[in-house]
DNA sequence: CTGAAAGCGCTAACAT
DNA sequence: ATGTTAGCGCTTTCAG
């Protein structure tokens, strides 16, 4: 690998001025830093980080922190951070925390302190107060998607507010007879997600003078197969049966029309079907759905966190993203 | 950040000893080690990555090449290697090499000379020439999955082979004629995948002393759109129709089959179809297919670049990754 | 088995 | 604007 010294001798400076020259720090004439350019340019030469990361204590290297890797929402949102941060030059280093605890445990004791990283970034983990604790103490800036933390800077969005939207969508196309599928309390690690949404779903039936139906509350794993079982229950029981399924997720509302497809049902003549999360397939499906835009959600994490490594500029501690409801073919009058 | 000097002081011994005993390297004494081991853990020391990796040369960080995140295959076999260099106590750098071209020749001309990285596991990527020895010049170990590229020591799977053995699978039930998604010669930039196993395919029908039909012959982007259309112009058209489909992957088996059932045909038994890779929906749709264990294939790499950074031992150029043929409901005989 | 000390390749004062 | 130089925090000879 050719050094810094090759450098400065073939442009005949010194090294000092090469690495204001390539860093952009520091005065340096134009007539040098073209110099350097060139020399570095033809020797193929480029920093060292792991001398510069010593030396400046900056390793332009994010750290990012998913729970999955293998599911669309975290990978989509990792993709948004990704892209975002590697036009900025930046590297990305990934840590996956998944199930196995020991792993969990690791990357916080151990992994995060090796002085990898100038800041990280949490996709939507929940934190518990020693964690919190160990990120704080990294002395970086951290920043969480998915949240709240009280003591972190967090991006969320607000679960109850997306879910009133869709379930106000299906009140407003004239249905009554509203079944949720989600709101799973085995499943709910991640910042009480289902629970939020499913407050969100009673607010809205509520706000519309409703009182809810027990029956249609259908526990699920916000999976596409999880969706199917909940909807074939929903719809198969006998008794009163739902005009219309919030499904907390977009996969499981693909699972809930292939149910209702399978059951005989026609979507959205016979049964309204909505979703949440903007879901790659959704459009296949016509699904309707609230969208929360995950890879803007991941390139809005991306920018804040280089923002802030820019100018120490401090920010509100935490902020609203952004959703939408998206009207296609899966929603319809009573 | 504690240093190794405060760890040093707390056990009473040099930096020297500290560093020895807490990397394993050379000769330390039972009651030194177990003393270094007290302070440092007392103290919450963790040795700085940037000082380490500067003095010794290793980084205990492995990059990893990704063409898409936010593709089931590909961050499926990500998370097999993130979860098997985590464990081995590896960080690993991500590089997602999309689109954009832009961002690609930086990854290739700068983010890898960063010397950030030990290693480098390249999922799926077809190299071109200069990025292959851009690659050879980094001096490191790497492993690509997916290939075969005759300079880089690769792990492939035998698409031509899968191919073969999925529709093998359907010509011993009875079906002769067989149709084929996928075959994009347009998509054909990952290795020529799609040619591959239309490849497979055509050797197998050949085996069989069937002639293929052209008409039998659907191009297709691997997507369940794009499965979707595919099997509705082979199914909708007038003239002869297949029993049987077999798509280049387990998406578009799955768009096939939701193609299938909206025209009105039941599957399996007015129609088999059979997929390629494993994918987590498969079990849902209750898809034959021929399972190519993308997690494996990240661990195995994971294990092999962990192996030769250990004992510099050399390895034969490329072997081949497993696959197995998974019945389950949507295949049947004629 | 252990300590002293010389770097690893760069950056950032501090001079000039 | 540029050069000199002292580290950054470890690892690794080299002695002992």
Avoid: C
Wanted: aromatic share 6%; charged share 20%.
């Amino acid at each position: 690998m050719v050094s810094i010294d090759e450098v400065a001798k073939l442009a005949g400076v010194s090294t000092a001025t090469v690495s204001r020259a390539l860093s952009g720090r520091g005065h340096v004439s134009p007539a040098s830093r073209e110099r350097v350019r060139t020399a570095a340019e033809a020797l193929g030469y480029v920093v060292s980080s792991r001398a510069s990361s010593l030396a400046s204590g900056r390793t332009r290297n994010i750290g990012v922190i998913v729970p999955f890797l293998d599911r669309w929402f975290f990978s989509t949102v990792l993709s948004g951070v990704s892209s975002a941060l590697m036009r900025a030059g930046y590297d990305i280093t990934l840590y996956n925390i998944t199930a196995d605890a020991d792993v969990r445990r690791e990357v916080f004791a151990t992994f995060l302190r090796r002085q990898r990283v100038d800041a990280v970034i949490a996709v939507s983990i929940e934190l518990d107060e020693s964690e919190t604790q160990l990120l704080l103490e990294l002395g970086l800036p951290v920043i969480a998607i998915g949240g709240p933390n009280p003591r972190l800077r967090t991006l969320t969005v607000d679960d109850t507010a997306v879910a009133r939207l869709a379930t106000a969508h299906l009140l407003g196309l004239g249905h009554r007879d509203i079944a949720h599928i989600g709101a799973n309390p085995e499943f709910d690690l991640d910042f009480h997600i289902p629970t939020q949404r499913r407050l969100g779903f009673e607010q809205a039936l509520a706000d519309a003078g409703i009182t809810p139906n027990p029956a249609f509350l259908e526990p699920a794993d916000f999976t596409v197969d999880g969706g199917f079982r909940a909807a074939k229950q929903l719809l198969g029981r006998p008794g009163p049966r739902p005009t219309a399924i919030f499904a907390a997720s977009d996969e499981m509302a693909i699972g809930a029309i292939l149910a209702a497809r399978d059951l005989g049902f026609r979507v959205p003549q016979d049964l309204s079907i909505i979703g949440i999360d903007g879901h790659e397939l959704g459009e296949f499906f016509q699904l309707s759905t609230v969208d929360q835009f995950p890879i803007a959600q991941g390139e809005r994490a991306a920018h804040e966190v280089l923002a802030r490594l820019d100018q120490d500029r401090e920010m509100s501690a935490a902020s609203e993203l952004p959703f939408e409801l998206i009207v296609r073919g899966t929603t319809a009058r009573v």
